[in-house]
Structures are given as C-alpha cells and as structure tokens.
C-alpha cells in the first residue's frame, strides 16, 4: 500500500514531527472549527471524508488480519473499517479489490458483485483467495481530491494533517527496522481520530450545503459507535513514529542510511556531534530576547525522541535497574508531550533560524539511526551510546529549566500571540477575529502551561539521576570470591 503523500501543512514545525504532534494539530483545528459559522461545501467534507478512511485502512493495515495469523486484539479495527459507510473512492495504491471490497465502495452486496463478475459485466480474475476485481473495473469516483494545504477553512487544515498522519504511519511500516508500533496504541490513536471526527461531523450538519447532509449523518453514526466501541483503548498511550518533512537535508539521510546489502554499523560519532551542535543550537534560541514556541515545541518532541532512543538500548541490556529506568523515560516522555501540547496556539510569530532546523533535522537522522542500530550494537557501541545519550538528559533537564520562566516573561510583555479564532471570544477578539487578526495572550488562554513546563522539569531531573544511578550500578566489578582452599580443621 502506497502512501498518500499528503501537502505538508506550512505551519507544521520544520523539524522532525510525531504522531502526537499531528494529534495535537488534529485537536487545536477542531477546536478553531467548531468555533465557525461559516459555510462548508461538499467538496470540502469529501476530502476530510476520504482523508479519515485512509488513515484508518492505513492502521489497518498495521496489523495482520486476514490469512494467516490473526491479530485478535485488532479485530474491532478491523470492523470499524469494514462498515466505513461506503467510501468515497480506494485507498491510492490499494491491491486488487476483493467482491467484498468493490460492494462497499459502489454500494451494493457482495452477491450482487458476484453476480456481475458471472455476467461479465465486471472484470476480475479468479485466484485461490476468490475473486480480484482491478479498480478499472468499477465506476468509480475519480473527482475526491485531497484537501487543498492553503485553504484556511480549519476543515480543509484538519485533513490534510490527517493526511500527513497516515503518510507519517505508512513511512514507519514500510521501514522492516523500524519497531511495532503495538495493537492498543494504533486502537487509541483510531479512537481519538474517531471521537474528534464525532464532533466535528455534528459540527457540519449545520454548515454544510444541504446535498451534502447525508453523508455527514452517516459518518456522524459511524464516528460515534466505533468512539464507544474503541473506549477501552482512552487510556493506552499513543503510538511513536516520527519523519522528518520533506524539506529535509537529503544528504544527511544518504550519509546515514547504509547501502543496499552492506551489513548493519552504526558510527557514533555522528550522534555525538548531533547532540551537540543541536543543544548549542537551542540554547542559543532560547537565550534570544523573543525565543520562537515552534522551537520550544520542538525541544520537547526532541527530548521525546532521545528518552524513546534510550528506551531501546535499554531494550537489549538485562540488569536489574532496567524495568525503573524505562519506565521512568516512558513516563518523562509522556511529560514532555504535555509541555508541548501546553502551549496550545500560542506563538511569538519568530521562526526558528536556520541552524537550529538543520541541527534539529540531524538529529533526528542520527536518533532514528541509533534506534534501527540498537538490536545489532555490540556492547561496548552499546555502552558508549548510552553514555552520549545520558550526556544528552542532562541537557534535556537543563534546556527545561530554561524554557520554566519564558512563558511568564512573554505573557507580561504582551509578545505571546494566537488567532483569535483559536481563543476564547470577547468583544475586542471578536472584532479581531473577523478581521482575522493576532490577539494578546493571558495567562487565563494557557491555564495548563506554567504546571506542564514544571511537571516536566521535575521529571527531566528524575530521569537524569536515574540514568546516572544505573550507569553507576552497571559499572560496578563483579564480586569477586575466594578461591576454596578445601575443608578448614
């Protein structure tokens, strides 16, 4: 299955983004959504409407279910994609349909496909699975477009993240080095798409042109069924798979990416000059007088990505300390997708300068690297990455006290912006919001800020000590013990 290869969006982050990024896009949009009035067409909600269908056949397809062996656990997955209420067109790239799979999409019962393949009225070829029907074969839509990147319709913005979510999945999948991303967080993730997609097909009933009010009560029933069937999965943890855009330094791939049939090395070098032109790089912005959120944003799906490049050289060590040690860089992790979340729309309007994306795009080559290496390394390669990386929690813990005080500093000196359509109304942001303007922050549109940026503190510097209390234990001799000199009168 190909991907879908989506428009970045142009106010993503031009550094490395995550599946919990794009959520988090996903949900701020659907906010600023639902707080519209205005109309929304057809062709509109189609491209949302086919973005959501290819991005949960694309967690589907994650799991094996099918012939051979069946993930059991997926199986709702399985359900919820099976009663999509008649896609609009394919997944691109899809194989050959199954009579099961052509009835959906055109609308009918799979004997009713059957009965039409025997007539010869619909070409397909018989194999040992059943029937396969090519796509030319079917009336199909052609005219589902995906969502244009530059419409400002928060709808429009909504599928095309949904878009780069599904491309940012397929990217993981097609990669055999790259780690299972597990059957309950791919269920949570679909729960969550599926919960939003609820309110926000309620939403359009309202809004949309009167032809179009069909198809959005279908969606709204399917959203809402398959949010209760998968409400079990609320409290598993979102699945981690990250690609930088496309904009990338190529160069910096192809420097790390081992040759065709070369044998798997790593050079460790390349991550110790990554950690440390990126953390001089953050630094420096965060020292500037009016420091960028996309960077701070950025800091904490960094720091993500290197506690989740720590968890898996923990992953082939056998120790004692381990199981305290991940769990503590699992649970960090999770702070420091808060932190970021916390900012919400709030922004400085100051880009990130060039060096930093560079230095933020290298690293991210270099962690991905060290992940794909990790199960091969030997244990001295092992033993030095780790120490890089541990080096590298220090920084993260000194990187967060920095950013603790900058979210007060902004706010008192009115530099802390959003749309004012993204914000609580009164009647001055009313006015800017018509006119779609920037309104002034206050500590009250970011209530959650001040305690995500401590609770993320504190858990950086727990991290720390506990990593450097496991390299200590693991650096201690082995007892030594008496050679027996036989039995003692």
């Known amino acids: 299955m190909s991907a879908t290869h989506a428009a970045w969006p142009t106010d993503l982050a031009p550094t490395a983004t995550t599946t919990r990024d794009l959520l988090e896009r996903a949900h701020t949009l659907k906010g600023q959504y639902l707080r519209t009035r205005g109309p929304v067409s057809v062709a509109q909600w189609e491209s949302f409407d086919q973005a959501l269908y290819r991005l949960l056949v694309e967690l589907l397809s994650q799991r094996t279910v099918g012939p051979g062996p069946v993930d059991r656990a997926a199986l709702p997955l399985y359900d919820i994609v099976k009663a999509y209420p008649t896609p609009l067109a394919p997944f691109p790239g899809a194989p050959e349909l199954t009579p ?96 939003d997609t609820d309110a926000i097909s309620r939403h359009t009933l309202a809004l949309i042109e009167p032809e179009g009010v069909g198809r959005v009560l279908a ?70 007088s009016v420091p960028s959120v996309e960077v701070i944003r950025n800091i904490t799906s960094h720091g993500v990505h290197i506690y989740a490049t720590l968890d898996a050289l923990l992953g082939a060590e056998d120790s004692e300390t381990v199981p305290s040690v991940r769990a503590q860089l699992r649970a960090t992790a999770q702070e420091l997708q808060r932190a970021g979340a916390a900012w919400g729309p709030a ?100 209530p959650d800020l001040e305690a995500a940026n401590t609770a993320a503190q504190r858990a950086t510097e727990l991290t720390e000590r506990e990593l450097c209390r496991h390299l200590a234990a693991r650096r201690q001799p082995a007892p030594q013990t008496e050679p027996s000199l036989g039995p003692q009168l």
């Open 100 to 195: 099961a799979d052509a009835g959906r999409l055109i609308g009918c019962s799979t004997s009713t496909i059957r009965a039409r393949i025997l007539r010869g009225e619909i070409t397909a070829t018989r194999t040992s699975t059943g029937w396969q029907i090519p796509h030319h074969s079917l009336d199909l839509r052609s005219d589902v477009r995906p969502a244009d990147p530059t419409d400002p319709q928060p709808l429009a913005r909504i599928a095309v993240t949904l878009g780069v979510l599904t491309d940012v999945l397929h990217e993981h999948q097609r990669l055999p080095e790259k780690p299972d991303l597990g059957t309950g967080p791919l269920l949570r993730l679909a729960h969550d798409v599926l919960r």
């Open 219 to 288: 969606i709204t029933r399917h959203a809402a069924a398959s949010t209760a069937r998968l409400a079990h999965t609320a409290s598993e943890p979102l699945p981690y798979a990250a690609v930088p855009p496309p904009t990338r330094d190529r160069s910096v791939r192809a420097a790390l990416s081992p040759s065709p049939g070369a044998s798997t090395t790593y050079e460790l070098g390349l991550l110790d000059r990554a950690l440390a032109d990126w953390t001089r790089a953050a630094r420096s912005e965060l020292a500037q």
């Open 347 to 446: 922004t400085t309007t100051v880009r990130p300068s060039p060096n930093y994306v560079e230095a933020a795009q290298h690293l991210h080559d270099a962690l991905e690297e060290a992940i794909r290496c990790a199960p091969d390394l030997g244990s001295r390669q092992r033993e030095r990455a780790f120490d890089s990386l541990t080096a590298a929690s220090h920084d993260m813990a000194a990187l967060t006290r920095e950013i603790g005080p900058i979210p007060g500093r902004l706010i008192d000196a009115g530099i802390l912006f959003a749309h004012a359509r993204a914000v609580e109304a009164d009647t001055d942001r009313l006015r800017a919001r018509l006119r779609g303007r920037l309104v002034t922050l206050h500590y009250s549109d970011l």
